[in-house]
């Protein structure tokens, strides 16, 4: 298979993924219901979740559907949302279809502005796959269900959020702030072989990862799922969801020090 075909497979994979997870993530909302505090948001309700998810997601269609090559925030697209927050679920799927339909319209190397790495469809594609796949399972949380993964869209994740840290920097400026250069977190998936493994070592200016086998200063393992909501905030390390042996304390100042 040529690189060329397993990128459109690959994207075509993220669109598919994307569809799927905002309906996955508006079946829990409805099972929830608009007011339900989300427990992994704190502060946050059912409805402002999925309020979040959906102007999200019209932003980035926007941005791929109008070959956008400047910075745009999501308040610059005009958004309408439905007056009645029952409403909130129906409205999220016309959304994450309208979004797919504009990706797949698309080729993945169309080049759009993006705030990671890439600057072409392909970002979008995979960001709003992950995005979705994390917020639905902030909404079967909020309903009182065990969200679930499949093992290799969890750890690409954990790839993507990796690669998208070291792209914004306030990240990078408060973990050079913990003054713990050389210093390492090894995260392992038990559900993968090879590719559900990575070493991140803190440096001067913030921080560099692999994949691969290492003794960290902390480890943690479990599924590439609870690593993925480990790494995303919406699981603490003392839960049980993951095993973590070590330095406890460097994984929660690196868990402090890298949310986006």
Request: glycine share 12%; with cysteine; aromatic share 6%.
């Amino acid at each position: 298979m040529s690189v060329d075909d397993q990128e459109s497979r690959s994207y075509e994979r993220f669109c598919a993924v994307t569809e799927a997870e905002t309906s996955r993530m508006a079946a829990a909302a409805r099972e929830a219901g608009p007011e339900a505090p989300v427990p992994t948001c704190p502060g946050w309700s059912v409805a402002k979740l999925l309020k979040h998810a959906g102007i999200v997601q019209r932003w980035a269609a926007h941005i791929v559907g109008g070959r956008v090559q400047a910075p745009i925030s999501t308040r610059q697209v005009p958004v309408e949302l439905p007056g009645d927050p029952g409403d909130y679920p129906g409205w999220l799927e016309d959304g994450g279809r309208a979004l797919t339909a504009t990706l797949r319209a698309a080729d993945p190397g169309t080049p759009v502005w993006s705030w990671g790495p890439g600057g072409s469809a392909a970002f979008w594609a995979r960001r709003m796959a992950h995005e979705a796949a994390v917020h639905r399972a902030d909404a079967e949380i909020a309903a009182g269900l065990a969200p679930r993964f499949d093992a290799r869209l969890a750890a690409d994740g954990v790839d993507e959020l990796l690669g998208n840290l070291g792209m914004v920097p306030a990240v990078a400026e408060r973990l050079a702030a913990l003054g713990e250069e050389n210093r390492t977190l090894h995260f392992h998936a038990t559900d993968l072989d090879g590719a559900g493994e990575w070493l991140v070592t803190l440096t001067p200016g913030g921080f560099t990862w692999e994949h691969g086998h290492g003794k960290g200063d902390v480890a943690a393992r479990g599924t590439a799922g609870d690593l993925l909501l480990l790494v995303y905030g919406r699981s603490d390390p003392a839960s049980g969801r993951v095993e973590v042996f070590g330095d406890h304390g460097l994984l929660t100042r690196w868990l402090a020090a890298t949310p986006i």
